[in-house]
């Protein structure tokens, strides 16, 4: 008879007293032995011991060895489970931590991949494009960017590429970088730069800036002649400054008059108390027109957020202007979602902050649009025709990347 058959007979009570007291003893010196071995940590190697051994008949005294094999086969049985079960668990931890904890980690932090808008065309349009293309358009004249690429390389951490859709001087120059837990290096020096601070230098209103009439190209009639020495085919990002604050009704006018038509307006904000009748903050402006592709956002939400949804709105582009009405709500939604949405403007190290931009937006809610100079990207022969402009005060150049 097998030893576990004698074991069944045990446990139903079917042995003969004598055996029922064998086993008795057998089970108690197997729970002893198996103790020993936990408090001596001496687990032996797995050896080749059946537990099917054949257990004589008669009453001849039981292989004590033989037992002691099967009891360490046992044990080494529960502790092999064991390993199994721990290398599981720490399967399945590596697994967490290769596929879900990078993407925890991005859930933390400013994610440039996250999918915020779908227009109806289905056109995707990811976080960092969108918050490129307000951001830029606000604060960057001449740097207008709307694509952006993007590359998870997970744990908060992106490889980004901006492009360049449009150019005026006809050479295209994508930007690249990466963003780092919600830090971004921009690998282009002159990229998201802001203005310098007397870009533009209204000498009529001396609230619009401290520089008492000169600003970034010296006085008023170093402005001007310094434009002299540009070169005939570079191309410069110049700012003018006019010798009035324009509404854009007026700005319009002005511009279908001149055949000028600005690439960005500076705004202001309009006084109701103090000496000044206007004021500015740090400069913040729009695109007058621009190229411009489809993106998706909450339209409700920011109306004519985007050039493209503008355009619905004419009926002969680029020959038509946006409506006052149309403009104004453009610049209003910029505003909005800039306040919204303040991670990239501290990412690119903006130094206008909320405050400023909320008191411009609700001047502009109760005045409207003012403006008192524009950014163009223009040559040498366009830029003089424009110094010689009726209400051009100011210019100041720099080259255009």
Not at 81 to 91: E, T
Not at 179 to 205: H, S
Not at 230 to 239: A, G, M, Q
Not at 245 to 255: E, G, H, K, P
Request: include cysteine; charged fraction near 25%; charge should be negative.
């Amino acid at each position: 008879m097998k030893y576990r058959e004698l074991l069944d007979l045990y446990k139903k009570g079917e042995l003969p007293e004598d055996e029922k007291t064998r086993v008795a003893e057998d089970i108690e010196r197997q729970e002893a032995i198996s103790e020993f071995l936990f408090e001596n940590d001496d687990i032996p190697e797995l050896i080749e011991a059946s537990l099917e051994a054949e257990i004589p008949n008669d009453n001849s005294d039981f292989d004590e060895k033989k037992f002691q094999k099967m009891i360490k086969k046992s044990i080494h049985k529960a502790f092999l489970k064991l390993g199994v079960a721990v290398g599981v668990i720490v399967l399945a931890l590596v697994l967490v931590a290769n596929t879900a904890l990078p993407h925890i980690v991005d859930f933390m932090y400013y994610d440039p991949a996250k999918i915020v808008g779908r227009t109806e065309n289905g056109v995707e349009t990811n976080r960092i494009s969108l918050d490129t293309s307000v951001y830029s358009e606000l604060f960057t004249p001449g740097f207008y960017r709307t694509n952006v690429f993007t590359h998870r390389d997970g744990y908060g951490d992106y490889d980004i590429q901006i492009l360049q859709n449009f150019s005026e001087s006809g050479q295209f120059t994508d930007v690249f970088g990466k963003i780092e837990k919600g830090k971004m290096t921009i690998y282009t020096d002159n990229a998201f730069q802001l203005p310098t601070q007397n870009a533009f230098v209204p000498e009529e209103i001396p609230n619009l800036s401290g520089h008492a009439g000169t600003g970034a190209a010296g006085t008023v009639e170093n402005s001007f002649r310094k434009l002299n020495e540009l070169d005939e085919s570079d191309y410069y990002l110049t700012y003018v400054t006019l010798d009035k604050v324009m509404t854009y009704d007026q700005l319009v006018a002005w511009s279908n008059k001149t055949g000028i038509v600005p690439t960005w307006c500076a705004l202001c904000k309009e006084l109701t108390e103090g000496p000044y009748d206007y004021s500015v903050n740090d400069i913040v402006g729009f695109n007058f027109l621009s190229s411009c592709g489809e993106m998706g956002y909450d339209n409700e939400k920011y109306p004519y957020l985007n050039y493209f949804d503008m355009l619905s709105t004419i009926e002969d582009f680029p020959e038509d202007n946006f409506s006052n009405e149309v403009m104004t709500q453009h610049v209003l939604s910029l505003l909005r979602y800039s306040l919204d949405n303040p991670e990239f403007r501290e990412m690119a190290g903006c130094i206008v902050n909320d405050m400023e931009l909320r008191n411009l937006m609700e001047n502009i809610e109760e005045h409207g649009l003012n403006i008192y100079g524009f950014a163009v990207v223009a040559q040498k022969e366009q830029i003089l025709k424009i110094s010689q402009t009726e209400n051009v005060k100011y210019i100041y150049t720099t080259p255009q990347a």
